[in-house]
């Protein structure tokens, strides 16, 4: 419940407070007063747009402050514990400050917040119905909206749009990766046959680099063993002329002076071991020519192999030693097209997932909407025949779409029909309502609607445009019959309204030589008797008048 608003700065609005209590608080007011201005800036501390012009002229900001009991409202309550935000004595301090330069802040409970926070709570306390409602009652969508609202669906309606969203990126997404699947088609094709291509070489480590070392030794096997057979003979094969021959008479020579110059023992010693080490190698060239053989068929299974690595290079023009590289690149190309066409599989088995959760909720949602659809056409076409349209009629009509479809707002759309008068048939409220039906049937509808709400502040701002006479009086009394269960606030021109109020608020301006503001004051009974008149027969006041509104308000 609203307990406490302060207005400073907005608007014509220099400095502003009031004291509300729970029941019917009405406020009046003679046209351009100000009345609306309060609820405007109410409205701010519950999240709607701001801009500078909301600033009163000639000061730097305006600075709104709503005080609210939740004591009752466990919705809120728990809403602020989630965030830290719940104070001890459970009320909750909605405020909203905007500059001159048109920036604007939030707070709850002191703690600054952004706008959408302050929207997601102040739905909780406290629903505003204007007379711009009239309007919007020939959109569809209001439809769909009042009657989930009615049926106390409105959560379930948006989880029936979140699944429906989620079913739509889903599909997106599948839809992407299947055709990105099948522009994938014959590059997947290509792949498989080069891998297998690559996969018949079966390339070995190490296998390229030993195949071209066995080529170049079986190509120079002739010039190798000559050039080995050679450097035999050179070595030891010539008696007359060999290195171990020319090693053997050069030690020869020197023995005769080694024992008398053992200075020469040294050289000696180093042509003794090189005799030794001519010697091994004279064994390792013989040793490898007894094993050596010219193979001509190894030699062409050698050039044939290389052959055959050389062309699959060049074709992929790549060099030789490149081709594990290529090979594990494709391998790698390929497990990630098998991986997309993996994630379309999935892909596919979550969409139908969410299409069975969307059916769950969407059948839920309908189920609510067909047993609320004929309570809501009962409620509001008693409140309309009750406001001056006697014949009138309101239907609820469902409108179902395909069962396939995961539609954001349900199965069905929702239209409200009327027929103003008996034995006409039901047609789209913009065929059939005039501007004082349609505005009958809006406050009909309000007041039905608002009956089930479990929002404890219900604003009404002008709702009762149009309407005067007896209806006047049975629209006071639903007011205040929404006032005896919680607390409501009305707007109005009717002094058939202001005079079934608990609480009766006057909206006066207050000229001065520079500026005007708008002062409210809190009426007592003589007061609300002068302003009932007011009302009743303008500003030069009767007895009459003053009688009228004495007998009004004595009728409460």
């Excluded at 659809?373 to 014949?391: C, D, H, S």
């Excluded at 409108?399 to 048939?425: D, K, W």
């Excluded at 047609?427 to 608002?450: F, N």
């Amino acid at each position: 419940m609203l307990v406490h608003l302060a207005v400073n700065n907005y608007a014509i609005v220099d400095h502003l407070e009031l004291e509300l209590s729970s029941g019917m608080t009405v406020i009046t007011g003679e046209t351009g007063a100000g009345k609306s201005i309060m609820l405007d800036a109410l409205a701010l501390t519950l999240g709607d747009r701001a801009d500078s012009g909301a600033v009163r002229p000639g000061t730097d900001k305006a600075d709104i402050l709503a005080t609210f009991d939740i004591s009752q409202i466990p919705e809120a309550q728990a809403w602020l514990d989630e965030r830290d935000l719940n104070s001890a004595d459970q009320q909750v301090i909605l405020r909203r400050v905007i500059t001159a330069e048109g920036r604007s802040r939030g707070y709850i409970n002191g703690s600054p917040c952004p706008q959408q926070d302050l929207k997601a709570l102040g739905e909780m306390l406290i629903d505003i119905h204007s007379q711009h409602e009239h309007q919007s009652l020939l959109k569809p969508d209001t439809h769909r909206r009042l009657l989930d609202d009615y049926t106390g669906s409105t959560d379930l309606a948006r989880q029936v749009h979140l699944a429906a969203q989620r079913c739509k990126q889903t599909e997106q997404a599948l839809k992407q990766a299947s055709e990105k699947g099948n522009e994938q088609t014959s590059r997947l094709q290509l792949l498989t046959y080069q891998l297998e291509e690559l996969e018949s070489l079966s390339l070995q480590e190490g296998e390229l680099e030993e195949l071209e070392n066995d080529q170049r030794q079986l190509a120079n096997a002739g010039e190798i063993m000559q050039s080995c057979q050679h450097v035999i003979n050179l070595c030891s094969e010539n008696d007359s002329g060999s290195v171990l021959h020319a090693l053997t008479i050069s030690q020869q020579r020197l023995a005769a002076f080694r024992n008398s110059h053992h200075s020469l023992e040294e050289a000696d010693g180093m042509l003794a071991s090189a005799q030794i080490q001519i010697e091994e190698a004279v064994g390792e060239l013989t040793r490898y020519l007894d094993h050596f053989e010219a193979d001509p068929e190894r030699q062409q299974q050698v050039e044939e192999r290389l052959g055959a690595i050389y062309d699959l290079a060049r074709k992929h023009k790549i060099n030789p030693d490149q081709i594990p590289v290529l090979q594990q690149q494709l391998i790698d190309e390929l497990e990630s097209m098998q991986q997309q066409d993996a994630d379309a599989e999935r892909l596919a088995e979550e969409l139908e997932s969410y299409r069975e959760h969307y059916r769950q909720l969407a059948d839920e949602l309908s189920g609510k909407r067909q047993t609320g659809a004929t309570k809501l056409e009962e409620a509001v076409t008693r409140e309309i025949q009750q406001l001056g349209m006697p014949g009138g009629q309101v239907k609820v009509q469902l409108n179902t779409h395909e069962a396939h479809s995961c539609l954001p707002h349900g199965r069905e759309s929702v239209e409200l029909l009327v027929s103003a008068n008996p034995g006409q048939p039901a047609k789209p409220l913009a065929k059939v309502a005039s501007g004082g039906e349609l505005s009958r049937i809006s406050l009909g509808i309000q007041v039905s609607t608002a009956q089930t709400s479990r929002v404890p502040t219900l604003v009404f701002d002008e709702v009762d445009v149009g309407i005067g006479g007896p209806t006047a009086e049975i629209v006071g009394n639903l007011l205040r019959q929404l006032g005896g269960h919680g607390q409501v606030l009305t707007v109005t021109h009717l002094p058939q309204v202001a005079a079934q109020g608990h609480q009766h608020l006057f909206v006066r301006k207050e000229q001065g030589k520079e500026s005007t503001s708008t002062r409210i004051d809190n009426l007592d009974e003589d007061g609300r008797v002068h302003e009932v008149a007011r009302m009743l027969g303008g500003i030069d006041l009767t007895d009459e008048s003053l009688a009228h509104a004495r007998k009004l308000l004595s009728a409460v």
